[in-house]
C-alpha cells in the first residue's frame, strides 16, 4: 500500500494492538511477540492463547505457535522453550507452518539487519502500512530479547514504540538500541511479506495534530473522519442537513 501523500507525519503509531505479557522468570519474550502480531492480523485468535495450565496441557495443542513446534510432547516443548528461549527465525517458521495450516496466504519473513538506519527505515514502512514488526536484539543494557514495533516517531531523534512482553508499552531511542547493539551481531527482523485482511487502525501526526486512519474492506486506510463524514458524521458531532 502506498503511503497518503497527505498522511507524511513524522509520529506513527498502530492502534488496539493486543499486549501478552512474559513472567518475570521466563524466556517466552519471543512467544509472546508472535502471539501478539497473530493476534493483531487475525483477532480470532486472541481466545487461543493463555489457555494452557498444568491441569489442562492438552489445550495446548490449540495454540497456534506451540503445536507446531515440533512433535514432542506439549510439556517438553513448553519448558525447553520456558527455560532457553527462541528466536525470530524459530517464530516466523512457526507463524508461516500455522498460516498453512489455516489454509491462509499471510506469509512471514525474517531478515538478519545491522545497526544502520535501513533497519529502522524497513520497521517505519512496515508501521506505514498497519503491519507491525517483532524486532529481536541482543545488547548490554537491554539484555537478549524480543518486543513488537508498533510506532515510530522522528525528531531530533528516532524512537521505536514498542509493545515489551515484559509488560509495557514503551519508547526506545533507536540511537541507544543500536549503539548497545555494536558488536553483538544484528537485529533479527520478523515482518509481513503477505497479508490480505484486518489490520490495526494507526494514529499519523499531521501539521501537530494526531489523524485516525481505518483499514477498510477495500484493503486500504481511509481517515475515520472521512469515513464519518460519508454517513452524515465529523468526528463525534453529527452534521444537521441543510435546510
Known sequence: ???NPDAKGTEVELLNVPMYGQGSFDSLCAYYTGTMMLATLFPDYVVEFG???SKAVKSMSRDPLIR???AEDDRVTLARWFHHGETIEKVVQLLNRNMKWEEVSTRFKCDYMDRGDRTFDRIARN???GLPVMLGWDTEDYGCHAVLATGYSIGQE???TVNDPGGVSDAVS????KAQQKGRGKFEVGSVAKHKGPRPMKSVM???VPVVYQWTPQQ???RVVDLFADVGWTGLQHVRPAT
Not at 174 to 177: D, E, I, M, P, R
Request: charged letters at 40%; aromatic letters at 16%.
Open 220 to 222: 486500504k486506510y481511509e
Open 174 to 177: 533507536w540511537n541507544s538500541l
Open 206 to 208: 499531521e501539521k501537530q
Open 1 to 3: 500500500m502506498r503511503r
Open 51 to 53: 489457555r494452557a495450565t
Open 127 to 129: 508501521v506505514d502500512e
Open 158 to 160: 528516532k524512537w521505536l
Open 68 to 70: 507446531h513446534y515440533g
